[in-house]
């Protein structure tokens, strides 16, 4: 079966590009499955509200994942627990919202898990590796013969330290959250297809990972408290990646890069 996993959809522009984009690629790579991190997807670049969700599932989206932005939209605590969205296991225990799904698609029961790492993101979990345990343990107990989980974290080792943990019980493992697409992508010796981190969604060119340049500059260069706002305007852009799994074997054959401009006239 095909996975489209897509990564970090940010802002208005994140949205649009999956609006006038994300049909022909799914078309085109015949894909069975999509998975989009929508962690940025509201309209100032932090959570996920209801209507989010509702335009990334209406262009095409079968399950979101989540990230630290988890908790910055309000609202999403009240939708958590009844729309296809997975959120980081590890964070926010107790509060509404899941860390995994099992979704039957095409005959086939494909789990989805979200897990935060540690290393230098504001907000710190529990263990990752206990969760991932857990999150795969409660996947098979379901029945799931294909397996994808989204390491939403900041350093590149802590996301390759999971895949290889993780290597041969689940089909991929997939980096969020840094919204610049590494060229890393393969499937390890067990089998398990990795990527440091898929790349984002909406503006990436004319912007500093979705945000414009003069609040980034504030705080940055100025040490000012800023305000960060996304860019509008701009090329529109979809990263992800394009996985081929055995459901047999609940492996990876391949995963490839996708990243293309959307041109929202065509
Ligand atoms: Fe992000
Ligand atoms: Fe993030």
Same mark, same amino acid.
């Given at each position: 079966?095909?996975?489209?996993?897509?990564?970090?959809?940010?802002?208005?522009?994140?949205?649009?590009?999956?609006?006038? @984009?994300?049909? &022909?690629?799914?078309?085109?790579?015949?894909?069975?499955?999509?998975?989009?991190?929508?962690? &940025?997807?509201?309209?100032?670049?932090?959570?996920?509200?209801?209507?989010?969700?509702?335009?990334?599932? =209406?262009?095409?989206?079968?399950?979101?994942?989540?990230?630290?932005?988890?908790?910055?939209?309000? =609202?999403?605590?009240?939708?958590? !627990?009844?729309?296809?969205? %997975?959120?980081?296991? &590890?964070?926010?225990?107790?509060?509404?919202?899941?860390?995994?799904?099992?979704?039957?698609?095409?005959?086939?029961?494909?789990?989805?898990?979200?897990?935060?790492?540690?290393?230098?993101?504001?907000?710190?979990? !529990? !263990?990752?590796?206990?969760?991932?345990?857990?999150?795969?343990?409660?996947?098979?107990?379901? @029945?799931?013969?294909?397996?994808?989980?989204?390491?939403?974290?900041?350093?590149?080792?802590?996301?390759?330290?999971?895949?290889?943990?993780?290597?041969?019980?689940?089909?991929?493992?997939?980096?969020?959250?840094?919204? %610049?697409?590494?060229?890393? =992508?393969?499937?390890?010796?067990?089998?398990?297809?990795?990527?440091?981190?898929?790349?984002?969604?909406?503006?990436?060119?004319?912007?500093?990972?979705?945000?414009?340049?003069?609040?980034?500059?504030?705080?940055?260069?100025?040490?000012?408290?800023?305000?960060? =706002?996304? %860019?509008?305007?701009?090329?529109?852009?979809?990263?992800?990646?394009?996985?081929?799994?055995?459901?047999?074997?609940?492996?990876?054959?391949?995963?490839?890069?996708?990243?293309?401009?959307? &041109?929202?006239? %065509?």
């Amino acid at each position: 079966m095909i996975i489209l996993f897509i990564g970090d959809v940010f802002g208005v522009a994140g949205r649009d590009a999956l609006f006038h @984009g994300l049909y &022909n690629i799914k078309k085109r790579e015949r894909v069975d499955i999509c998975i989009a991190n929508g962690e &940025n997807a509201a309209s100032n670049g932090r959570g996920l509200s209801g209507r989010d969700a509702c335009d990334i599932i =209406e262009s095409g989206v079968d399950v979101i994942t989540m990230g630290n932005h988890v908790w910055s939209c309000r =609202e999403f605590e009240e939708f958590a !627990d009844r729309l296809p969205v %997975v959120r980081p296991a &590890n964070i926010g225990r107790g509060r509404p919202g899941k860390g995994f799904i099992v979704k039957e698609v095409a005959g086939v029961s494909v789990g989805i898990g979200n897990i935060e790492g540690r290393a230098f993101i504001d907000i710190v979990g !529990d !263990d990752p590796f206990a969760a991932a345990d857990d999150m795969t343990a409660a996947i098979k107990e379901q @029945g799931a013969a294909v397996t994808l989980i989204d390491i939403h974290a900041e350093a590149t080792a802590e996301k390759k330290l999971l895949a290889m943990y993780l290597d041969g019980k689940v089909t991929a493992v997939v980096g969020t959250h840094t919204h %610049v697409q590494t060229a890393d =992508e393969t499937v390890l010796d067990g089998g398990t297809a990795f990527i440091t981190d898929a790349g984002m969604t909406g503006i990436m060119r004319e912007s500093i990972i979705g945000m414009a340049y003069k609040g980034v500059y504030d705080k940055y260069a100025l040490g000012r408290k800023a305000t960060f =706002e996304p %860019v509008k305007k701009g090329t529109l852009e979809i990263r992800g990646v394009v996985i081929d799994a055995d459901e047999k074997t609940g492996l990876a054959r391949s995963i490839r890069r996708i990243a293309e401009t959307v &041109n929202p006239s %065509v």
